[in-house]
């Protein structure tokens, strides 16, 4: 591979594609219907891989249920925790289905947008998150309508209902409760529709889920309700496709050794600064230990701690891991550090720059 600049995001096709191969195996098994949440991944120049998988999209906005429609084609879902009048024309002209967050919403663009496919997302008031910060049932939370009795009042205008309850789910046990849960509280509502979208932070694709039982699970839940299931996959569709690579260009110490490399979490990785989670690196092992630091001028732009077989120097190169998901759709310009290209490297092995920034980009993004 030539030498690219750093710091760039590497997207692997193969790695890519092993996910993708994943979620048709569930879509075979459960019938179940997969799109793709564009919050999550919108790096679009891998999406005539992923259009080939996967049936569409889901968003958060106007701008994201566009992307989806003009890039990824296929189904688009338009959601949005709150829809603003002028958006209604355009979000109509574009989707396929339009899932309002509230009652109020859903009454206030029901007289436009009558006779499409409309749909409510509905929280269960259970969920299964790490984080609070993350978690679609926290208290007082804004997500979805809560209550069967609002639903039903509701559902002569609706064909569907969304419930997105999971981040980062990887346990099936935990998975099967919940969908059987779902089932207990939502069922008479469910049998009265045509679909019904149970969101994304199932972690399906990780190497030793239960895959199968998953599926055959979806299938039985959407034969026994009637009602044709859709999973919003974001993070299960690109995990541990991604790296993102930086080179060390200083070194200094302050008790500890502290490398710093050309990018900045702050800038390039903002989920593990929000979230406070280390970054990961492929192979940590060996005797020396360094504190891998981002150039921004943020003091707690630190990447994490991680021991080397060798001692570092400048110019060696750092490789993160599983840098797709929350990372290259939250990339910003903060101190005004360099943009990371995005790079990819195709099913055929060769590897093709996508996308490159310059200061042209920083300046036209304020003016
Ligand atoms: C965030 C989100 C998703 C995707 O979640 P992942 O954890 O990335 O799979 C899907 N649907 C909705 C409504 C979301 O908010």
Redesign the pocket.
Known sequence: MMKLKTPYYLIDENKLLKNLKRIRRVKEISGAKCVL?L??FATWGVFPLMRKYMDGT?S?SLFEAKLGAEKFGKEVHA?SVAFSDHEMDEIKSISDKIIFNSVPQLERFYPKVKGKNLGL?VNPAFSYSHFDLAD?ARKYCKLGVRGTNSVRDALHKINGV?F?Y???NDDYGNFSNLLDRLGRDFGDILHKLEWVSL????YFTKDGYPLEKFAHKLRVFSQKFGVQVYL?????AITQTTYFVTRVVDIVKNEVNVAVVDSSVEAHMLDLLIYRQPAKIDRSAGPHTYMIAGKSCLAGDIFGTFKFRKKLAVGDEIRFADAA??TMVKKNWFNGLAMPSIVVKKIDKTTCKIKSFSYNDFKSNLS
């Open positions: 949440a919050k999550c889901t958060s959601y997302r679609p969304m997105h999971n981040c980062e969101g994304g932070g199932f919003e996959p974001g993070e299960a998901g929350y």
